[in-house]
């Protein structure tokens, strides 16, 4: 079974920054695309950042250029850096990964618990 473990949020003022880490942990072998989304109150689920094992990464307009994802291939980790944060980058932040082959086979889509981020004004 995988598991995929959020830790790093918290409260911060508007202007600060935060990071974000996520290990997946079970029997893993590789992942190909591992990342973070974010729902807010009221919200649909929306992408912030991806990352493939190769490192090609895909940000939400939203946090260009103010966000930094990273990840450890051989760690099963991906970090999220976020800098010059507003109110609205308020959310629940859940980890992601997805095509994780394990020793009984690929799996897809998995999801971490999540961790609240609260960025005050």
């Known amino acids: 079974q995988v598991q995929l473990v959020e830790s790093g949020g918290g409260l911060v003022q508007a202007g600060e920054s935060l990071r974000l880490s996520c290990i997946a942990s079970?029997?893993?072998?590789?992942?190909?695309?591992m990342g973070w989304y974010r729902q807010a109150p009221g919200k649909q689920r929306e992408l912030v950042a991806t990352i493939t094992s190769g490192g090609s990464t895909n940000y939400a307009d939203t946090v260009k250029g103010r966000f930094t994802i990273s990840r450890d291939n051989a760690k099963n980790t991906v970090s999220l850096q976020m800098s010059s944060l507003k109110p609205e980058d308020t959310a629940v932040y859940y980890c992601t990964a997805d095509q994780i082959r394990t020793a009984w086979g690929t799996r897809f889509n998995d999801w971490g618990q999540g961790t609240q981020v609260t960025v005050s004004s």
């Open positions: 079970g029997n893993i072998l590789s992942i190909n695309t």
